[in-house]
């Protein structure tokens, strides 16, 4: 018997790479959150981290470490 119960999502997963450093702009120098970002991601929806990971992927790609 199928449910009409919506799928439950996975949790986007967090970008760390366990290289946890803060530089002068209060970013993370190995995954490229905000501190902020990185405090509240635990509380953060699937959406809200996607947007995060988007912001993240912006400043590595700004810093010429991304694709």
């Known amino acids: ?3 009409d119960k919506p799928a ?3 949790p ?3 970008p ?3 290289v946890c450093v803060l530089d002068d702009n209060d970013i993370c120098v190995g995954c490229q959150r905000t501190g902020r970002e990185i ?3 635990g ?3 699937n959406d809200e981290r996607r947007a ?3 912001q993240a992927a912006q400043r590595a790609r700004e810093q010429g470490l991304g694709n």
């Open 43 to 45: 509380r953060m929806n």
């Open 16 to 18: 760390c790479v366990s």
């Open 1 to 3: 018997m199928k449910t």
């Open 52 to 54: 995060v990971l988007q």
């Open 8 to 10: 439950i999502e996975k």
């Open 39 to 41: 405090s509240y991601w």
């Open 12 to 14: 986007v997963a967090s």
